[in-house]
């Protein structure tokens, strides 16, 4: 079939995306993204250290990111997100800023990162008191609380996994039960699940539904960054950082109007493996 009529494939936007060596949610993010933009990832080199704080530091290295937003350059993405909460959060708000300012001083023609996205998302829900999860050990969910705090965000509830690998490999209902251990009474503003590596796209719109609050998620920020930059949506079920009728759905269930029942999850669909 000839096909040069079509004078070639849909023009795309680009996003540009440094992840640690080790994420495996490529996919993921790719769900967020609608179909006229386009992800370009890369990842940090390896290093033999387990999740901890001592590799979220050596995966935030400037010269470590100028090598990555350099490789990226070559594609020309509009945005560069740095797709890492705890290794955007490890220096602190000033830390999450410089980082930044390294990416754009490499040539990314504008910088996000995670840390810095949910900040951002935060403001956008406007949530100032949160319940948190994270697949994290105790130091490094503790860093992410000193992060928050540092941004005038308290954070009510906690729950976490103390993992130092594998975190992809955490199953949904394993997030589900972390997030109603952290929302405690009285109920916070909303709840951010942390880790890019953490499975959450399909979970967000089941805990919405039964917490009757925003969720907001590690990879679902980042992506929401960065597309608003491009002044574009990110595309996905019922979430309230992305669906107006889903925020609007919030106001009536903050007077406890009634709220949509939770969707099933695929690993509770019949045949799920």
């Not at 070559?74 to 980082?99: D, H, K, L, N, W």
């Not at 105790?138 to 941004?151: G, K, M, N, R």
């Not at 954070?155 to 199953?171: C, D, M, N, Q, Y």
């Not at 609050?213 to 980042?222: G, I, K, W």
Request: some cysteine; aromatic content about 6%; overall charge negative.
């Amino acid at each position: 079939m000839n096909v040069s009529f079509l004078g070639g494939p849909r023009p795309q936007r680009g996003v540009g995306v440094i992840a640690p060596f080790d994420f495996a949610l490529d996919r993921e993010l790719w769900r967020w993204v609608p179909d006229d933009v386009s992800l370009h990832l890369t990842r940090t080199p390896y290093v033999p250290v387990e999740v901890s704080l001592d590799l979220a530091r050596l995966v935030s290295e400037h010269e470590t990111l100028h090598e990555a937003v350099r490789a990226l350059n070559e594609v020309a993405p509009e945005v560069v997100a740095y797709a890492c909460t705890s290794g955007s959060f490890v220096g602190g708000v000033a830390g999450e800023r410089a980082m930044g300012e390294a990416m754009t001083r490499a040539g990314a023609a504008h910088a996000v990162t995670t840390s810095g996205a949910l900040l951002a998302a935060l403001a956008e829900v406007n949530a100032r008191r949160i319940a948190l999860v994270t697949p994290y050990t105790v130091s490094v969910t503790q860093s992410l609380e000193e992060y928050l705090a540092e941004a005038g965000i308290l954070v009510t509830g906690r729950a976490s996994l103390g993992l130092v690998r594998h975190i992809w490999k955490v199953p949904y209902h394993d997030v589900v039960a972390m997030a109603r251990r952290a929302v405690g009474t009285p109920a916070p503003d909303a709840l951010f699940i942390s880790c890019t590596n953490l499975p959450t796209y399909d979970v967000i719109p089941q805990l919405e539904a039964e917490l009757r609050m925003p969720v907001l998620s590690a990879n679902q920020v980042t992506i929401w960054a960065a597309l608003r930059h491009l002044g574009t949506r990110a595309v996905g079920p019922y979430q309230a950082l992305i669906d107006e009728s889903a925020k609007q759905t919030f106001k009536q269930a903050f007077g406890r109007g009634p709220v949509p029942p939770p969707p099933v999850l695929p690993e509770e669909q019949e045949g799920w493996a």
